[in-house]
């Protein structure tokens, strides 16, 4: 792994709090929250979802379909745009509201609010898409699942991986009932893929075949795993440091692989392997840190990146991103005293 970052471009990133070590389950205040068009309106879980598949069809209450769902798994998601280049407000949970329609007309990366806040680890509970279907006494059947949500987004997934027990329609969120803007009653977890996946808000889910959907950056439509990244929340991008061993702290996450390692590099040296203070697992992040000698005076940075467990490593980000993620490699500025 030695000078696996080194000749890698990077962008500088803005403050970012707080200025120490994240706690491994978000607080779901801070939680990141994003919508494709609109907030929908609230609705409680007497709303209904609409279930098809195998030319049935059925309408439910999700407090029916909930009621006695017992899955509860821990989950990192993280929005494709976390790594933006560009200035930004210190943040951790975010608000924003982009285009509904994927045809490249997002909003400039200028005017997104996060920089590494985009991301969040919760405690998801509610049940397998699976068990909903059985639930609700409708087969599923064909080659892909479709779901809507009340924004109007639309996300298509193969039906052999929606079926799988990784893929859970989750009801509660820390132990208390989903919240409105994190999309209440109920929203998909799509564990290891970009939270554009994790489709909030669910209307309607349907299986059969899949006849139309919207691709982005060249990329998959129906599977969009996350990039191996790494970054620093203590000390902040900016900050000043006295002269000697200086601690940094922060998270990396590789999706649906688990992190294999942590690098951090001075301009110059090789890199440096961070102590994991999480074990490492897939879906969920994992924490870190490490000591850097910085005994000289002046400017300097430190290069960040995340290694999973196959050797896929962090690479550099643009202002728009590509079919495998934005933002994976992390260059903090510190100015030595």
């Known amino acids: 792994m030695v000078g696996v970052l080194r000749g890698r471009g ?7 709090g707080p200025d120490a070590l994240l706690p491994f389950i978000t607080p779901t205040e801070q939680f990141y929250k994003f919508t494709n068009d609109h907030w929908p309106d609230p609705v409680d879980a007497s709303a209904t979802v609409v279930l098809g598949g195998g030319g049935r069809s059925a309408t439910t209450a999700w407090a029916d379909l909930a009621r006695g769902a017992s899955d509860t798994v821990v989950r990192t998601i993280v929005c494709d745009g976390n790594g933006y280049r560009g200035q930004r407000k210190p943040a951790l949970g975010c608000s924003q509201a982009a285009d509904p329609e994927e045809t490249g007309d997002h909003p400039d990366p200028e005017q ?7 991301i969040g680890t919760a405690r998801w509970g509610g049940l397998t898409l699976r068990a909903l279907f059985d639930r609700a006494h409708i087969p599923m059947t064909g ?5 809507e949500a009340r924004d109007n987004y639309v996300r298509w997934f193969p039906l052999s991986a929606a079926r799988s027990d990784d893929f859970l ?7 208390a009932p989903l919240p409105h803007r994190h999309g209440a009653p109920a929203r998909l977890v799509a564990p290891g893929q970009y939270g554009q996946m994790s489709v909030k808000w669910i209307r309607s889910i349907s299986c059969g075949t899949r006849t139309g959907a919207h691709p982005w950056d060249g990329g998959s439509p129906e599977h969009f795993p996350v990039k191996p990244q790494a970054f620093a929340t203590g000390p902040l991008d900016g900050a000043s440091v006295p002269r000697g061993e200086v601690e940094l702290v922060g998270a990396a996450y590789a999706g649906e692989q688990a992190v294999g390692a942590v690098l951090l590099q001075l ?14 697992a897939r879906f969920v992040w994992t924490r870190w840190r490490a000591v850097l000698p910085l005994h000289q005076p002046g400017a300097t940075s430190v290069d960040i990146a995340c290694a999973d467990v196959l050797g896929r490593t962090s690479m550099p980000q643009s202002a728009w991103g590509d079919a495998v993620g934005y933002g994976g490699l992390h260059r903090l500025h510190l100015t030595v005293t």
């Open 267 to 280: 301009p110059g040296e090789d890199p440096i392997r961070a102590e994991l203070l999480d074990p490492p």
């Open 143 to 147: 080659t892909h699942v479709r779901i």
């Open 10 to 16: 990077a962008t500088r990133i803005d403050r970012r």
């Open 169 to 175: 329609v989750a009801t509660t969120m820390n132990g």
């Open 112 to 118: 997104w609010t996060w920089r590494y806040g985009g």
